[in-house]
């Protein structure tokens, strides 16, 4: 994946983001987040801090809306790698964050890979 397309594409989503986003209330979001003790404003300030390194995969067709493109961060919060899905679907002007929970799995994160290889 190109950096410059991700950098873009994060610079948008957190434009919209530092004024309306939404976190999608599933279970195993809400379940990670009150395991990890965190609140929503620090998910809020885990998304705005994602860097372009932070990228494993993506953009992607969303499984349940072919015509949305989701992407996929990791990051660490209290020595637990975070999974985190955002949509570029901003509609209503809004950022939308699909999934935000542990990572259920390690996540590679190729660009962070790249540049510690440097």
Request: aromatic share 10%; hydrophobic share 35%; charged share 30%.
């Amino acid at each position: 994946m190109d950096q410059k397309q991700i950098a873009e594409f994060l610079k948008r989503f957190k434009s919209f983001a530092q004024t309306q986003w939404t976190l999608i209330p599933r279970k195993k979001n809400l379940d990670s987040i009150m395991e990890m003790g965190i609140t929503i404003a620090q998910v809020k300030t885990t998304l705005l801090g994602l860097k372009v390194t932070d990228y494993c995969s993506g953009p992607d067709a969303d499984r349940d809306r072919k015509d949305i493109q989701v992407w996929v961060f990791g990051a660490k919060i209290n020595d637990h790698e975070i999974y985190i899905k955002l949509s570029d679907d901003f509609r209503g002007d809004q950022a939308k964050c699909l999934s935000f929970h542990k990572a259920e799995f390690p996540l590679r994160k190729p660009l962070k890979e790249s540049e510690g290889a440097k």
